[in-house]
């Protein structure tokens, strides 16, 4: 056998039991000792019995009858249990109290274990009563009392143990037991109305000798316990009342144990099968009809159950006698309802160590804040299990508290699920809005490396959208996973996270795309100073041209630069086509392109403008002018030759170019070009700072300041001076040959 029986599984109820201890249990368990107390080791008694996890699959019965009656006797006999019986030799009271032992199959008569197997008929307690010996009162009839309250509010079936000679003895001991009986029987129904409180009052007439038929004996006890009953004071309202109201009877005799030994031994096996059989199988359904009487052979009915499921017996058993012995009230409604509080709350707390055993260390790996691999299924399963393991084990009690304390722990199961599937949520969520990012910008990392101006090899609008719904997909798939149903579990719904990653999504998007166009538009920068440089360099080496056509300098300059601009600005809008960009977003590239363009040709033109560089032209103007003829040939002075007047045409007409180049303006207007016209009004809400897209090349005209002027005019005249004295020299020189 299992002697030492562990954590019993069942719910909060732990027991260790030595072998030792074990064999302790060989009479039984003495519920109530003679002092009146308790005993502590009913759940210990219950688990060895392999009782404690039978729900309401266990009957009660308790024996009542005057001392020496041969009880003990008779129990032992139907029920195979091993209480003491008294000596013959020593003629003392055995029985102390209230002892309690589990019913014993035939076959298992010698055993400890009763036979696991077979039905609840297996599962009877029976509890033998310490009878009074019908003389002495007071202490006694105290103690009568007690026990009569005791047994009525556990047992389904009374055994009142009745000599034959008593029968018709209306003053006897055992009417007096029966007196109370019937009085502590109302005193609870009193305080129990809306239950059917009934109990059966099994007579077992002893050393029955044959003379008077069993009829004519029940008959006897039948006219005695009326009397009784109509001789009792009934409380209000149960004035008309009937015994059968509350109490279903059988009559049984048995044999003269001493004079007929195998007579009586036959007979108590006969009743001891009815003990066994006929009884209904299920008790947890109640019989509606509730019958009057047992008829049908079967002894424990429905009706009797007085509804404490196993393992709250020692509990309920406590509660009960602790009222009794105080002398207060014995409310049995009141009592069911504080045992389904202690035994709910015993097994919410069990329950909970299970759930604890699994959710723990899902709690400690949240505070990573990453999201946990297999948390909706562990959820799933430790709430199903804890709220399971409590609806079996719970739903025998009280049903009121029952259902309030599965509120109770499922509250605070899922408040804790609560905490973790909102963590989940968000990490989720910030897993897939970095797995966003980062998968975005690898791709166009990767594209952009070998990208041209202007064309690339993916599509933005298509590569966000794709990499959208994949990482969305992810995160319904595994927010979906954390959904525990129920209308308390609202808050697993993952709908609205949903919501705020789709917004943090878009916001992302906007700044990738942001980002991207940026980009493009410095692709597109780049690619407009390139075609820009031969163009301008072109015409800076021709500036003094002019013509109707093509006009001067500065015209041929814009007509350049807003060209390739207008291109640059038509692939731009061409590619943010495919970026799915909001008309602002394309406005606002479109205008940068476009500041940012100017920034190019400003710092083109100053680079051509540059002291060395425009001096270099300017000589080079001046060379030209001085010392070609007009049909491009070099001049070989002869002193004769105008050398001051060509000099001073020449020189003259080369300064005329350094107010031209220091200032934008066209010829064909006599005025700088219409820029702000050109540019168009800054896109709304234009944020970025001007300054730092155009470089210093504001919108002025101005290329060279005055001062400069002067001062390069200064520089010219010196080198034009240089070669005007050189030129002088080669004709004196040239003379002197
Ligand atoms: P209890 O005090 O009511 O539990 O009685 P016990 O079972 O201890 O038995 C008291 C005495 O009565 C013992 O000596 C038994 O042998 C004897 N006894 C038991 N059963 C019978 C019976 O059926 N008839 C008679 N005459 N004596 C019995
Ligand atoms: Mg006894």
Redesign the pocket.
Known sequence: HNGTNGINSHMGLKTDISEEEYKNYEHGVQVIDENKELTPNLPTYLTIQNLISAGFNYHVVAVF?S????????LNHLFGTH??????SA?R???KGIWMSRAVDEVDHKQLVPNREGGMTNNILVM?VE?TDGRERGEDQDFERKSALFALATSEVLIV?VWEHQVGLYQGANMGLLKTVFEVNLGLFLKDRSTTHRSLLFFVI??HIGHTPLAGLTATLMADLTKIWSSLSKPAGLETSEITDFFDFEFTA?P???LQPEK?LEETKNLRKRFREGTPPDVEVLSDGSPTTCEKGGVFLPAYHRRIPADGFPLYAEGVWEQIVTNKDLDLPSQQELLAQFRCDEIAASCTAGFNEVIASFEDSAKSGKALEGLGGAMREALGEAMGGFEEAGGRYHKGVFSRKRDELRASLEGRLRVLVIGQFSALSKKALSDFTEEITGILKKANSTAHAGTASYDFAVVVDQTRSKVVDKFIAEATECFIPGPTAEWSNHESELESLQKDLDEVAARLRGEEMKRLVSRLERAIKTKLSEPIELEFRRMEEDSKEKGGLWDRVWNVWTGVVKEGVEGFLNRAESFNATEKERDIGAWRLKKKAWGVLKAKIEEEVMEGNLLLKLRENFEDRFRYNDMGIPRVWKPTDDIEGAYTRAREATLKLIPLVSQIILTSTGASPDLDTFFGAPPADFEEDLEEIMGSAKGEFEIISEAKQDDMAVRFKRMADAVYVEAKRSTISSVGQ
């Open positions: 009858g001392q020496s009656t041969g009880k003990s006797t008779l209480f003491s019986v008294m000596d013959e003629r009271q055995t029985t033998d009878g143990n002893r050393d048995l003269h144990k001493i009586f």
